[in-house]
C-alpha cells in the first residue's frame, strides 16, 4: 500500500523568506514518482514540481525546489523568496511504477498543507 | 496546448437528483481520472479511464459511474445524490509519468 504523510496542519511565513513544507511517504515500488501540487482557493490542483526515485540530483523549478530523502523517505518542498500569491493548500502525491509506466493513473495524496504568506 | 477543462464549474442540486460532470483531457492523453476532494476525506480516488474502458476504481458505491468517448472525453454521473456527495469533483489528465488537473466542478446537495 501507498501514503502520504503531510502533519503540518498550517505553515505562516513572511513574505520573501523561505519555507519548508514536510511530506513523507511510504512504497514498496522501487521505482516511483512524488508530486507537488498548489491548489489556491480557487480550487484548481497546479502542478509545481516533480521527483523520481532514480533522480541523483533534486528536483528544482524556478522558486520551488525538492528536498529529497530516499533513506527518510521524504519528499520536502521548499519555497525560496515566498510571494503573496504562494498562499494557498500545498499536497504531495506519490504516483507508482505502475503510474510511471502510465499502466496506471492513480495518484495518491497528503492531507494537504495550508501556507499563508504574511507581508 | 490547451489544459484540462471541466464542465459546469458550479452546480447546485437537491437530494436524490442525479448529476452528470464533464471533463475534456489535454490533447493527445487518454488517460482520465477523477478525483472527490471534501474537507473531512481529503482527495479520494473514484476511477480512471483509459481509451473508453475503466482501468481503475476506488472504493466508491455504485450511484458513482463515467465514461469515456472516443475523443477521450470523459464524464462522470452521480445518481441519487445525498448531502455527502457535496464535494469539489477534480477530474485529471495523464500520460505517462504526468498528471494536470482542470478548475474542478464544485458541487452543492441540497
Known amino acids: 500500500a501507498q501514503k502520504i504523510t503531510q502533519t503540518q496542519p498550517g505553515m505562516f511565513v513572511q513574505e520573501k523568506e523561505a519555507v519548508t513544507l514536510d511530506c513523507t511517504y511510504d512504497?514498496?515500488?522501487?521505482?516511483?514518482?512524488l508530486f507537488w501540487y498548489k491548489q489556491p482557493s480557487s480550487g484548481e490542483m497546479i502542478f509545481l514540481i516533480y521527483?523520481?526515485?532514480?533522480?541523483?540530483q533534486n528536483a528544482t523549478e524556478g522558486r520551488y525546489s525538492l528536498n529529497f530523502q530516499k533513506a527518510r523517505k521524504s519528499a520536502n518542498l521548499v519555497i525560496s523568496a515566498s510571494q503573496l500569491g504562494d498562499s494557498a493548500m500545498y499536497f504531495c502525491?506519490?504516483?507508482?511504477?505502475?503510474?510511471?509506466?502510465?499502466?496506471?493513473?492513480?495518484?495518491?495524496f497528503g492531507k494537504g498543507i495550508t501556507l499563508s504568506v504574511r507581508p | 496546448k490547451a489544459g484540462v477543462t471541466q464542465t459546469p464549474r458550479y452546480l447546485i442540486k437537491t437530494r436524490g437528483q442525479q448529476v452528470t460532470l464533464s471533463c475534456s483531457p489535454i490533447?493527445?492523453?487518454?488517460?482520465v481520472s477523477w478525483y472527490q476532494q471534501t474537507p473531512g476525506q481529503g482527495l479520494q480516488f473514484l476511477f480512471e479511464?483509459?481509451?473508453?474502458?475503466?482501468?481503475n476504481k476506488g472504493n466508491f458505491p455504485g450511484r458513482f459511474s463515467g465514461r469515456q468517448f472516443s475523443n477521450s472525453r470523459s464524464e462522470m454521473n452521480v445518481s441519487t445524490l445525498e448531502l455527502g456527495d457535496s464535494a469539489l469533483y477534480l477530474c485529471?489528465?495523464?500520460?505517462?509519468?504526468?498528471?494536470?488537473f482542470g478548475p474542478g466542478t464544485r458541487l452543492l446537495v441540497l
Open positions: 485529471a489528465s495523464s500520460f505517462p509519468g504526468t498528471q494536470y
Open positions: 490533447s493527445g492523453h487518454r488517460s
Open positions: 502525491a506519490l504516483g507508482s511504477s505502475d503510474f510511471l509506466t502510465g499502466a496506471n493513473s492513480k495518484l495518491t
Open positions: 479511464y483509459f481509451s473508453e474502458t475503466q482501468r
Open positions: 521527483q523520481g526515485s532514480y533522480d541523483e
Open positions: 512504497t514498496s515500488d522501487q521505482s516511483y514518482g
